[in-house]
């Protein structure tokens, strides 16, 4: 798959999300495809980045060591300082802030992305034929595709969708569980490039 994203111009990175669609919440964590000129793709090794979409100050990130002995140990030796201090004068469990705002969760139904999904199918004529006919029963358009043999009788399909929303997504995947011949190897959301 790390291949396979680069020959269509994307790296994977394990992304945790929080947006606001239509004053709903919508937060995640998993891989994400990145296209490759976002800055977060650039975002390697023991490094971690925070990317923040504001509407004073447009895109902004935060980067820097996440991993790693010393960040590590710094996190430790200031946990251990904050217990203590916490045990000392008996004010332990206190929250690191008193922000509230309640939020709705935002229904699968409002969250679009276009996906990435790698399949290996029969090298059989009617296998393809059969996920186009589910892909179009979930109303899912395909962007790019690719299809690759990878032994004599299994082909590795990779297909980049249009926008759909989660809902779809999901309910195609159930649909694919149950087709004989078909099997979902991997599906990554893809990040927007405007986000």
Do not use: W
Not at 38 to 49: D, F, K, M, T, Y
Not at 62 to 71: K, N, R, V
Not at 97 to 102: A, D, E, G, T, V
Not at 164 to 179: C, P, S, T
Request: proline share 3%; aromatic share 6%.
């Amino acid at each position: 798959d790390i291949v396979r994203a680069k020959d269509f111009g994307y790296k994977i990175k394990l992304l945790g999300q929080a947006r606001l669609i239509d004053e709903k919440a919508f937060l995640e964590v998993g891989p994400v495809l990145v296209p490759e000129t976002h800055l977060l793709a650039s975002v390697s090794n023991e490094n971690n980045a925070v990317l923040i979409n504001s509407a004073a100050l447009g895109e902004t990130m935060f980067y820097g060591p996440g991993a790693g002995s010393l960040p590590t140990a710094n996190s430790i030796v200031s946990d251990i300082i904050a217990v203590s201090k916490n045990i000392a004068t008996n004010s332990c469990c206190k929250g690191f802030n008193s922000y509230h705002q309640s939020s709705i969760l935002a229904e699968d139904a409002i969250i679009y992305a276009n996906y990435y999904l790698s399949l290996h199918l029969e090298n059989r004529p009617d296998r393809l034929s059969a996920l186009e006919q589910i892909m179009a029963e979930q109303d899912i358009a395909i962007e790019k595709a690719d299809q690759q043999l990878v032994e004599n009788d299994i082909s590795q399909v990779v297909i980049v969708t249009q926008p759909v929303n989660k809902a779809q997504i999901k309910d195609l995947k159930a649909q694919l569980e149950k087709e004989v011949g078909i099997e979902l190897k991997t599906m990554y959301q893809i990040m927007d490039k405007e986000v």
